[in-house]
T-cell receptor, first 116, second 110 residues
C-alpha cells in the first residue's frame, strides 16, 4: 500500500507564475489536508477536503490560493501569481475518516516551492 | 498565540542518553500526537495519546499527558544517532485538523 504521494518534490517558479501541487492520498483515504511549513517553523493548516468538497479552508490565504479534490484524480493546491513569500514546503496528509477521536493523518514527503 | 509549543527549541545529547521534550497547548483537545521530521523530509507519526489517557508507551518512546496543565512530554530512551530529527507535537481539537508547534530539534551525537 503506497503512502501519500506528492509531486513534484521540488518546484521553482518566478514571481507571477502559477504553482500547481499535487497530492494522491493513500488508497482508501477520502480525506485530504494541506499544510504549509515555513523555514524553522511548524506546519500550519491550510485546508481540509473530502472528495469534491471543501470542508474547512480557514487556513487558506483569501487570495491567489485554491484547492480541489475531484472525484477522480489527485488533490490539487493551486497558487496563482506566486510571490517570494510563498516559498515554503507544502505537505499533504490523508486519513481514512474524519475521526474525531483518533484523527491520525499520514503525511506525504512534501513539495518544496521556491519562488525566484 | 501558539497552540502546541515545544520546549526546548533544540537539544543536543550523546548516544545512549535519554531525551525529553515538552509540549504545552492552550485549548481543550481530543488527542495529542507526536511526529518526527528528518531534515528535508515529510512527517512520520510516532504516537497518539487521547485526552483521557495519561501515559503511553511505544518501543523506546514514552508519552505523558497532563490535561490539567495542558502539557505533554515525549521521552526517548537510549537515544541513537538515527533519532536525530525535529520533533513536533500536534493537537487535535476540532473534527480533523491538527495544530502543530514549532518543534524541538534533537541532535544525538555518536
Amino acid at each position: 500500500n503506497a503512502g501519500v504521494m506528492q509531486n513534484p518534490r521540488h518546484l521553482v517558479r518566478r514571481r507571477g507564475q502559477e504553482a500547481r501541487l499535487r497530492c494522491s492520498p493513500m488508497k482508501g483515504h477520502s480525506h485530504v489536508y494541506w499544510y504549509r511549513q515555513l523555514p524553522e517553523e511548524g506546519l500550519k493548516f491550510m485546508v481540509y477536503l473530502q472528495k469534491e468538497n471543501i470542508i474547512d479552508e480557514s487556513g487558506m490565504p483569501k487570495e491567489r490560493f485554491s484547492a480541489e479534490f475531484p472525484k477522480e484524480g489527485p488533490s490539487i493546491l493551486r497558487i496563482q501569481q506566486v510571490v517570494r513569500g510563498d516559498s515554503a514546503a507544502y505537505f499533504c496528509a490523508s486519513s481514512p475518516t474524519s475521526g474525531i477521536k483518533d484523527n491520525e493523518q499520514f503525511f506525504g514527503p512534501g513539495t518544496r516551492l521556491t519562488v525566484l | 498565540s501558539q497552540q502546541g509549543e515545544e520546549d526546548p527549541q533544540a537539544l543536543s545529547i550523546q548516544e545512549g542518553e535519554n531525551a525529553t521534550m515538552n509540549c504545552s497547548y492552550k485549548t481543550s483537545i481530543n488527542n495529542l500526537q507526536w511526529y518526527r521530521q528528518n531534515s528535508g523530509r515529510g512527517l512520520v507519526h510516532l504516537i497518539l495519546i487521547r485526552s483521557n489517557e495519561r501515559e503511553k508507551h511505544s518501543g523506546r518512546l514514552r508519552v505523558t499527558l497532563d490535561t490539567s496543565k495542558k502539557s505533554s512530554s515525549l521521552l526517548i530512551t537510549a537515544s541513537r544517532a538515527a533519532d536525530t530529527a525535529s520533533y513536533f507535537c500536534a493537537t487535535a481539537s476540532g473534527y480533523s485538523t491538527l495544530t502543530f508547534g514549532k518543534g524541538t530539534m534533537l541532535l544525538v551525537s555518536p
